[in-house]
């Protein structure tokens, strides 16, 4: 268990610059999850946590302690890495055992150990056979089972459910965290999937091109996005951008029109498709666009607009709902609910103007 | 399981004809009496098995069942020096080959380092060479060196043909065992401890292969032999037998040493059998 500190953390491969100046503190016993699209430097940053990769400048520090420049197994860390990773020549015990095979421990408490991590687990029936004997979501198993029995400071993983079906990954989701938070131990988990991050973590901290674009909990990222990146990539369905202009105390763009308080020039104003709704083509102040398809959800339905510019937009209807591709329609932002973005792709910090 | 058809069974069968009956043929003419060897037609199945050729080979006299003395061979002693030749440098050109080829088709395989194309262009270019483009010049170098007659002159020539050939195939193979490095560096292994106890553990099919091939290479290589060695002390098995071909020819002994040659890579090929069908796979343990 540890409290980890990432001081002014840079990466650098010749020209290529994988994670820019990073701050970031994570505290003892949360999970944290690391988001962002493909090359965006979270698995950089993550391995560096564990020491597979030393950073090219700033220092690491684990309870306070610079690791800056120790090895992984000496930072006891544990990682599990994509698909699960596991010595495929190994039976599930000989796998787990050699997580401790270069650690002092009395075989009596290696025993111990290993015992707890596989009733953990439930690895009892596995224990004799290869990983390409077992499916998927055992493999998993096998391979947590093989982190914790480090006892690490923290957990790593590395997509660990990337490579699952749909159905084990929902599964394996709430096992993940119910084990973390069982164990108290700190994680760090990499996904570039928007819904495990904010189904698993404590807090999510999105990247993007090597940078940190936000860090908070879930609710925060969902709801007070700090750029257009972040806004864009959390939500599902994802949240309508719609690029405009501010002027006379009013977003513009189009028809549509949203009264603002905020400073003219350039923006993109966001509304999340359950923030709009349908209004009638004729309506002033809203955006023109026609009917380009229907996706039911059962719960709810997303009707999918695209308007003139060929921009698709999305709001959330009633599973009642009914509409024919081609119908015209219009979208009516909520604008208690809409967000600003300025030219630089940060959230305006102005609030909007409260409809009266 | 695939479905065996009439056409499956005949295409076997041919190819079981094509590659079994020439050795059947040989072996076949191992048994036989001189005088059944000079009749027509030939006999295609021995009427006894008559072993005094293997006996006369290697140097002992025969006699037949009818009372008359088969006399061993002259060659035998030729013979005898070659089979212990030919075991000596197999084996030591199997382990050099093995010792260098391991470490360097994994830091091949799986690192990156600065020339690394140039590098291993360079190791394999000598798999492109015929082998003859390089006879004339060793046997000029090694004459200077003293090595020409030697068996370390040999096993030194085979390990030219051996490292960069097993090289080729086993990079291939190391490319795809799945990456566990990085978790071996959590768990605590060296370098040199993921190499010996993981990976090395994880290839053992694509390691014995590339030890069988090594072996045959060495047992079977007959051109250097023929030039390097022949006629002295540190002649081999195959540059030994050629000699009947010489010297007053034998058919029936001729044969018996062919059998006799070809036995250890037989064997050896049936006891690596699971490895070999095991390395054909593209994706070797997944």
Request: aromatic letters at 8%; one cysteine or more.
């Amino acid at each position: 268990m540890a409290k980890i500190d990432l001081r002014r953390v840079e990466k650098r491969y010749g020209d290529y610059v994988a994670v820019e100046t990073l701050d970031l503190s994570i505290v003892d016993g949360e999970f944290l999850v690391m988001l962002g699209p493909s090359g965006c430097g979270k698995t950089t940053t993550l391995n560096m946590i564990a020491g597979l990769d030393y950073p090219s400048a700033g220092e690491i520090f684990f309870d306070g302690q610079d690791v800056t420049a120790v090895t992984p197994h000496a930072r006891n860390v544990a990682m599990v890495f994509q698909s699960s990773l596991l010595y495929p020549h190994l039976t599930v015990r000989r796998n787990i055992e050699s997580s401790l095979r270069h650690t002092d421990l009395p075989a009596s408490e290696k025993a111990r150990r290993i015992t707890e991590a596989v009733r953990m687990l439930e690895l009892e029936p596995m224990l004799d056979k290869l990983p390409s004997q077992m499916s998927g979501g055992q493999r998993q198993r096998a391979a947590t089972a093989k982190a914790i029995v480090r006892e690490p400071s923290v957990f790593l993983l590395d997509e660990p459910l990337s490579a699952l079906d749909a159905a084990l990954r929902l599964s394996l989701r709430s096992e993940l965290v119910n084990l973390q938070k069982r164990l108290g131990t700190t994680a760090v988990f990499v996904t570039h999937d928007q819904v495990e991050a904010m189904t698993m973590g404590d807090r999510i901290a999105v990247m993007s091109r090597g940078r940190l674009e936000q860090i908070g909990t879930p609710d925060e990222i969902y709801n007070q996005p700090a750029s257009l990146f972040v806004a864009a990539f959390l939500g599902s369905p994802p949240m309508n951008l719609i690029a405009g202009e501010i002027a006379e105390g009013c977003f513009r763009a189009g028809r549509l029109s949203v009264p603002v308080e905020a400073a003219p020039g350039p923006a993109t104003l966001g509304v999340r498709p359950q923030h709009a709704r349908l209004a009638d083509v004729a309506s002033a102040e809203t955006l023109p666009a026609t009917v380009y398809a229907l996706e039911h959800l059962g719960r709810e339905s997303v009707v999918i607009l695209e308007d003139e510019a060929g921009m698709k937009l999305r709001v959330l209807v009633e599973p009642s709902f009914h509409a024919r591709v081609g119908d015209k329609a219009a979208l009516a932002p909520d604008p208690s609910f809409c967000m600003l973005f300025g030219a630089d792709g940060l959230r305006l910090p102005v609030g909007l103007a409260r409809a009266a | 399981m695939r479905k065996s058809g009439p056409w499956l069974t005949l295409a076997t069968l041919l190819l079981l004809i094509w590659s079994i009956l020439p050795i059947y043929w040989m072996v076949r003419m191992a048994f036989l009496t001189p005088a059944e060897i000079t009749q027509f037609p030939p006999p295609i199945f021995p009427t006894r098995f008559n072993i005094a050729s293997f006996f006369n080979v290697l140097g002992f006299d025969h006699t037949l069942a009818d009372g008359t003395m088969v006399r061993a061979s002259g060659q035998a002693n030729q013979v005898l020096r070659g089979l212990v030749n030919s075991v000596i440098v197999a084996v030591i050109v199997t382990v050099i080959t093995l010792v260098i080829v391991v470490p360097l088709a994994y830091v091949f395989a799986r690192l990156e380092f600065r020339f690394k194309n140039l590098l291993l262009n360079a190791v394999l270019l000598a798999v492109a060479l015929p082998p003859v483009s390089t006879l004339i010049p060793f046997y000029a170098m090694f004459v200077q060196l003293k090595l020409a007659g030697t068996l370390t002159g040999l096993v030194l020539v085979d390990l030219t043909l051996t490292v960069p050939f097993v090289a080729w195939m086993l990079i291939g193979y190391f490319r795809n065992l799945p990456p566990v490095e990085r978790l071996a560096r959590i768990d605590g292994y060296s370098r040199f401890g993921t190499l010996f106890f993981l990976i090395v553990p994880m290839a053992k099919s694509g390691v014995a292969v590339a030890a069988v091939i090594a072996f045959l290479f060495a047992w079977n290589e007959f051109t250097f032999a023929l030039i390097l060695v022949n006629g002295t002390t540190a002649n081999t098995l195959p540059t030994a037998i050629s000699g009947f071909l010489f010297q007053n020819p034998q058919p029936s002994n001729l044969a018996a040493c062919i059998v006799l040659t070809i036995l250890p890579p037989g064997l050896v090929a049936y006891f690596l059998q699971r490895h070999v069908a095991e390395m054909s796979l593209v994706d070797p343990v997944r």
